[in-house]
């Protein structure tokens, strides 16, 4: 009886340390929600009406979403689709948009405080170029 006891204590114990480890990994994971809908982001290194974006969010009080955009120049507007998670984004334009852009994606980040996104494109033989975007 005394080896069941034993056993049992350690079983417990076992399970106590192991479910603490885990509630503490969780703890230590922030959540981090990208507040990119309702904004029009703008390329910082063009005039402000010149090279802007929009994203369209499904679930916006989530850390991941699935959105639809739009990047608007002063000729076209090219249609995307993507997701973010926390503070990392990327998106796919549509395979009938401009020769450049059509079936490309760009991938990059949010900062802390979601006026500020970092993108660059993923295609290694023809490369997108870099762009950064600002919430004004």
Known sequence: MKNIKKLFTKYVIAFIVITGFQCA????APIFVALIGAKTWVDKSA???????NFIVDTPDSNYSKFEGNEH??????????SYTNHDIQFTYDDDAL??????????????ASDEM???GTDATDP????TLNYP
Do not use: M, W
């Open 25 to 28: 990994a969780a703890a230590v």
């Open 47 to 53: 005039l402000p009406d010149d090279h802007h974006f």
């Open 73 to 82: 120049t002063i000729n076209n507007t090219l249609h995307f689709t993507g």
């Open 99 to 112: 020769e450049d852009r059509a079936g490309k994606t760009y991938k990059g980040t949010v900062n802390d």
């Open 118 to 120: 970092t993108l660059k």
């Open 128 to 131: 997108l170029p870099a762009v």
